[in-house]
């Protein structure tokens, strides 16, 4: 595995996500890392994030996927063309399937993969395990980012869509 | 509107969610009230809750879809046989689709309808707007909690599937 997680290589202006940012302290810091054909993440949800007792909350759940399967975008757009450098995807659409209860108090295997990059959208298939066992599969549609969530440069021209 | 959160009628072992438990300090203790053919919650991201600077973290839309969608399926329910009382339902699905980017520092409006309630499932509609502009649209299936979710009651016997 690829021991430097893509979310290290995130401009700053991307790294303030709740979910993946590194520079936001009260965040989840999800860590991407390729292996092989796939990205492979890590995940220990804390106590509170429950549903019910003993399981991790969907939402949380949701999050993951939300964030690896941009991470998973951003690097094959990246391997595609690393010319462009780091690109910038916000999520159009997410889908995300409970198969199994999710237990709390294991580390979660967050897993994903490119399955379609065009010139406007990625879309990835993820799923999360917990001890070996398939509890989530998840969909992410990623746009590349509008201009309109751009902050212009520091004295450069504004950017409208 | 109703004044009373259906989450306030949660039984305890239903109100550690951290999406909309009233037992969860760490959560983010969401409230779902009747309007009509609706139910309505209300939340204001925290300035952590962060995507792009300036917006709103899609993980944390998604929490409030699902957690908001259980609460209609909920309600669904208890209207259509009260005599059972509150029924729990988990997630089996999500679904997110981010219409327009969702702007940090104003309160959203989250809103809900059952669109199918069977027997073992039920279906629900989701949208989120911000100071009036529809952001976010979800659907989300619940199913009635299986018993291995469930824990048995003190000296009571075990429930499972």
């Known amino acids: 595995m690829n021991p430097r997680a893509i979310q290290e290589d995130y401009p700053d202006d991307m790294s303030h996500c709740y979910g993946c940012g590194r520079l936001n302290p009260d965040g989840l810091q999800l860590k991407s890392r390729r292996d092989g054909e796939e990205m492979v993440a ?9 549903s019910m007792p003993g399981f991790v909350y969907g939402g949380l759940l949701a999050s993951l996927v939300d964030c690896h399967g941009m991470a998973v975008a951003t690097d094959a757009a990246l391997r595609a063309r690393p ?3 780091i690109e910038r995807f916000v999520t159009a659409a997410l889908e995300v399937t409970y198969v199994h209860p999710t237990p709390l108090g294991v580390e979660l295997e967050i897993r994903g993969k490119i399955e379609e990059l065009g010139e406007r959208k990625a879309v990835v298939s ?5 001890d070996g ?6 969909r992410v549609v990623g746009v590349r980012v509008p201009g309109t969530m751009s902050r212009p440069a520091t004295g450069g ?3 409208p869509e």
């Open 83 to 85: 010319e462009r450098g």
């Open 157 to 159: 021209a504004s950017n």
């Open 126 to 130: 993820a799923r999360i395990l917990a």
């Open 133 to 138: 066992v398939e509890c989530v599969r998840g």
């Open 42 to 50: 890590r995940f220990r949800p804390k106590p509170g994030h429950t």
